[in-house]
Every structure is written in structure tokens, then in C-alpha cells.
């Protein structure tokens, strides 16, 4: 099985609180969409198959 061909994309939304003078913590939360190409080899020949897959995404950060 190999794969070609990938498309990933993942938009993103978060917000900045502040938590000192020079300090602020960072959260986001996303939604991570792929759309993956596979190829098949055999003793009956080649098939292909195209697969999505989703996933939700946190990210966690802190800015000094």
C-alpha cells in the first residue's frame, strides 16, 4: 500500500488570556481534515481507494 497524494487541512480558532505583565496562555481548538489517496498492489492487479479522516485538535501554548 503506498500513498501519493495528501491533502491536510486544519483551521483553528483560540484566544489569549493574560496571566502576568509579560506572560499570557494560549488555547486553540481546530478541526484537522484529510483526505488521503491509497494505492493497492496484487496478484489481480492495482486498485486504488481515496480515504477522509477528521479529527478535533486542541492546542495549548503560553507567549512570554
Given at each position: 500500500?503506498?500513498?501519493k497524494e495528501v491533502f491536510l487541512l486544519n483551521p483553528t480558532v483560540g484566544v489569549s488570556f493574560k496571566v502576568s505583565g509579560k506572560s499570557a496562555m494560549n488555547v486553540g481548538l481546530g478541526y484537522e481534515i484529510q483526505k488521503m489517496d491509497?494505492?493497492?498492489?496484487?496478484?489481480y492487479g492495482y486498485y486504488s481507494?481515496?480515504?477522509?479522516?477528521g479529527a478535533i485538535s486542541i492546542n495549548v501554548g503560553i507567549s512570554f
Open positions: 500500500m503506498i500513498s491509497f494505492y493497492y498492489g496484487g496478484y481507494s481515496s480515504e477522509n479522516s
